[in-house]
């Protein structure tokens, strides 16, 4: 067919389209705002916006959008004379306004770049009220996407800042709001014209607090021909040192980009190809789902300039195939800061930069020294410059280096649970670094590290120092906030019971550093800040070092003049250099457990020690566990007099170091003590139903029905899997939920995940990961133990309180829910369901994307949840040990 006839019939398929289009879309249609040139892909100029609206910190994850009380962004009208309300704007409405972007375009795909300013609202008056939280706003911008072909066309959709949009009927929750960019949403692109509603989102600690207030994103699509694809950007292999790799995985993004089910059979290198080096066997991807495919290196093949792969799979019903991509080496000096990587506790694969300790220095090759942790900001690439040079300044310090990636810009999750844990995974990973490179330099002492951090890093200090203080040498934040709701406040959240609210900001109160400063007492703390940081003020760190002066522990504080957020050298400062040559030593004297502590405890399981006490249980996870300890010389020898609230089970275990270790101890108001001198260690400790404390007399306590280990904590205990999430669906409707949240859960966290049909749960069960189930209408789950509190019936949903009433909610259009269930040996699933697809879709939202939102461990809601948020609950809350619905929690 000649080109110009090709054009004549994409001209009339366009026609048709107009025509064919909404009533509402139609008006905007008539203005040049649809521009056809060379490309056959191409955004509309211009635009509709609606907005401003208000927007609480994290709120989306929840819903809370305004426009759904009026039926959805699809079922709205452009008319200008129809006014929608909102607190933001002048006589409380708002109502639809023209916006022109900037497009460009090209052969392969289109771009536009959308901004949003209402220079008109008065944000300096509200910041002065409600600080940064008030110039957090939402609003709706919708435009076309032109395709001229005359069939339907594969794209890759990248969202950046972008959190939740439409493309024609397709909703898509997730997208890429830290623009990653490393798993764009695969979307299908009808002849003609297709309507792009975008939901813009402010967020002030990913876009800035500048005045006045702009949401800025970018949408980009790539028409795609090949079925699947390997992903550039997306192959991760270790440094070379010394010839080969410094360590044996590897691991490649790989992308389904059509309408089959695609598996991967093996990927073998050039050199060698009669031996696969994927790990483990085939490997499935759904249609649009992208993973991290782990290779296993040979050492050896490092000393080539590249790798050349070869991958070869089979589309579902279809005959084999194969591609081939490469991946560079880069090469480096065994005493330079390199990459090095390893797995994830999830099985993934992530990486650090390591600097070994120098051999040209004064300590002994023999000698062990301690790992010195350095944990990045948000938005900071572990493998930069930037952080390689960090500790340029000072190439004698007695230490490993360890900057870990924690698998995003972001650390995961701020270096909580997900980034927590590739924390805990790069540490352990030097020793076996040490034999894979034949070191022959100091030895390393993993049980003690020194962790310091700037920024976000300077928060994940906090963290990792009040969950492990007795791990913990010295901490060192520069720049760090106190906590996330310290940062950018939770104001303006929609209205809520306030028992919904209490339960959100207990979910977040394992984040919440203010609390927790008693287990900081006697830790060696250096604060540091700029007077003029603009980014993360000066009082976050001045409030941490009020509040550990409160609890008798006096920091060390360097506040620096005229300083803003970051400097060169801000990590190598003097005040920086004498805590890290002060305090990284493993030889430690013994320490003699102070006579009075405090150790408090949230509910997590990425809680340590604290003199060798550690808390299996809390009785309650409404509120946090506490432990007052005061140390007496009795004639019996040493007493420990424990006074405890809301603990359920603890043991100790004293490590040598430590002396004034107790001969005997006694709980509470009991009047006489436990013997447990001669006693084996640990020692372990119940509190009985009857509220007295007794021995633990069962070795084998953990069983299905308590709560234990990995299990603890709220919702976003789920990403503590020992393997690749096994996500499991019901139905065809239930796997567009499934694959979104693989998606996002590789987009956001960098996770491994295989999308398994309801048939294959049985195998699921077996594997040693989690699950998450995603299910429709009256599905029956398999029963674990046998009174779990939240049971399916035909046409109803049953929750039974701690105190026995049975709470009956009664299906409905849009009802859906999340709760936690458990697995054998500490694993855990996660229960996704929906009375209809509207109740599934509002259900997913809930999977973890972004951190802070507050998901406690169940959450049931109505059709209101779309614009009240979390006020659209119907019932939230928390299991207890016993996996009972708590006290505290929200039932009908």
Not at 244 to 254: E, L, M, R, Y
Not at 286 to 296: L, Y
Not at 775 to 796: H, S
Not at 864 to 889: L, N, Q, T
């Amino acid at each position: 067919m000649g080109s110009w006839v090709w054009a004549e019939v994409s001209i009339l398929v366009v026609l048709i389209q107009l025509v064919r289009a909404s009533t509402w879309w139609s008006d905007a249609s008539t203005q040049k705002g649809v521009v056809v040139g060379d490309s056959p892909l191409t955004f509309s100029t211009c635009w509709k916006a609606l907005g401003p609206f208000r927007l609480g910190t994290r709120e989306s994850v929840w819903g809370a959008d305004p426009i759904e009380y009026y039926g959805g962004i699809r079922n709205t009208t452009s008319n200008e004379d129809i006014h929608y309300h909102s607190p933001l704007a002048a006589n409380a409405t708002v109502q639809w306004e023209n916006r022109t972007y900037r497009t460009d375009t090209s052969q392969e795909g289109a771009i536009v770049g959308l901004k949003l300013q209402y220079a008109d609202i008065d944000w300096h008056f509200a910041q002065q009220i409600y600080g940064w939280s008030a110039i957090q706003f939402q609003a709706w911008v919708i435009g076309e996407l032109l395709w001229l072909g005359s069939a339907s066309q594969p794209a890759l959709l990248y969202t950046d800042n972008i959190l939740e949009l439409w493309v024609g009927d397709d909703h898509i929750f997730g997208g890429d709001f830290y623009s990653f960019r490393r798993a764009p949403v695969v979307i299908h692109l009808h002849p003609g014209i297709n309507v792009v509603r975008v939901r813009l989102l402010g967020d002030i600690r990913s876009m800035g607090g500048r005045l006045p207030p702009n949401l800025q994103a970018r949408l980009e699509v790539k028409i795609v021909q090949d079925l699947l694809a390997v992903d550039k950007h997306g192959v991760l292999l270790p440094d070379v040192v010394r010839g080969h790799f410094c360590a044996p995985f590897g691991s490649v993004t790989v992308r389904n980009q059509g309408g089959k089910w695609v598996k991967i059979d093996r990927i073998a290198t050039s050199h060698d190809f009669d031996k696969s080096v994927m790990s483990g066997g085939a490997i499935w991807l759904a249609p649009g789902q992208s993973r991290p495919v782990k290779i296993h290196l040979d050492f050896k093949a490092g000393s080539r300039e590249s790798i050349n792969f070869r991958l070869e799979y089979t589309p579902k019903d279809s005959t084999p195939s194969h591609l081939t991509f490469a991946g560079r080496t880069s090469h480096a000096d065994v005493s330079a800061p390199h990459k090095v990587t390893f797995l994830h506790p999830s099985g993934a694969v992530s990486y650090a930069i390591l600097r070994p300790p120098s051999v040209n220095q004064s300590f002994q090759a023999s000698e062990d020294v301690p790992v010195l942790v350095n944990l990045h900001g948000a938005g900071v690439e572990a493998d930069s410059v930037f952080v390689r040079d960090m500790f340029e300044e000072i190439p004698e310090l007695p230490a490993w280096v360890l900057s870990p990636a924690g698998m995003s810009e972001w650390s995961g999750d701020d270096w909580h649970t997900w980034g927590f844990a590739d924390t805990e995974a790069a540490i352990n990973m030097i020793a076996q670094w040490t034999e894979n490179n034949e070191w022959r330099g100091p030895g390393v002492c993993l049980d003690k590290v020194l962790v310091a951090g700037h920024s976000n890093g300077g928060q994940g200090t906090w963290y990792f120092s009040t969950h492990q203080p007795e791990r913990t040498l010295a901490a060192a934040a520069a720049s760090g906030y106190s906590s996330i709701e310290n940062y950018v406040p939770f104001h303006l959240w929609q209205e809520a019971d306030p028992l919904q609210s209490a339960i959100l900001q207990t979910a977040r109160g394992n984040y919440r550093h203010e609390l927790l400063v008693d287990n900081l007492v006697g830790l060696p703390i250096l604060q540091q800040h700029g007077s003029a940081d603009d980014n993360v003020p000066v009082y976050h760190s001045r409030l941490m070092n009020a509040l550990l002066a409160q609890v008798g522990h006096q920091a060390n504080y360097s506040e620096i003049p005229g300083w803003g957020h970051w400097v060169d050298g801000s990590m190598t400062t003097r005040s920086m250099k004498d805590l890290y040559f002060n305090h990284l030593t493993c030889k430690t004297a013994r320490k003699q457990v102070p006579s009075r502590f405090s150790f408090v405890v949230p509910n997590s399981h990425d809680m340590g020690s604290r003199h060798g006490v550690f808390v299996d249980q809390l009785l309650s996870p409404d509120r946090m566990g506490k432990i007052d300890v005061v140390i007496t010389e009795t004639e019996r020898g040493v007493q420990w007099q424990l006074k405890t609230t809301n603990i359920r089970r603890l043991r100790f275990e004293w490590t040598h170091d430590l002396t004034n270790t107790a001969d005997e101890v006694r709980f509470d108001d009991m009047l006489l003590p436990f013997d447990i001198e001669g006693q084996a260690r640990p020692s372990s400790f119940v509190k009985r139903d009857t509220n007295i404390w007794a021995k633990e007399v069962l070795l084998k306590w953990k069983n299905l029905e308590q709560r234990s280990g990995r299990q603890r904590g709220v919702l976003e205990s789920i990403l503590r899997s020992a393997g690749p999430f096994q996500l499991v669906y019901s139905s065809e409707v239930a796997l567009a939920s499934a694959t979104q949240a693989s998606r996002n859960l590789y987009q956001y966290y960098g996770a491994d995940s295989s999308i398994l049909p309801w048939l294959e749960y049985p195998n699921a069960a077996e594997e040693d990961c989690n699950i998450i189930i995603f299910a429709l209408g009256k599905t029956t789950l398999p029963k674990r133990i046998p009174r779990f509190p939240i049971v399916i019936e035909d046409d109803r949903l049953l929750l039974t309180a701690c105190n026995g009433r049975i709470a009956s909610i009664p299906f409905a259009p849009g009802l859906g829910g999340v709760w936690l269930r458990p697995l054998p040996n500490e694993r855990l699933e996660l229960v996704v369901w929906g009375f209809d697809s509207n109740g599934l879709k509002q259900a997913a939202r809930l999977v973890p994307t972004l951190t802070g939102a507050g998901q406690p461990d169940f959450v049931i809601f109505d059709a209101s949840a779309r614009w009240k948020g979390h006020g659209g609950a119907v019932a939230m809350g928390f299991f207890d040990y016993r996996w009972r619905i708590s006290a505290g929690s929200y039932l009908p």
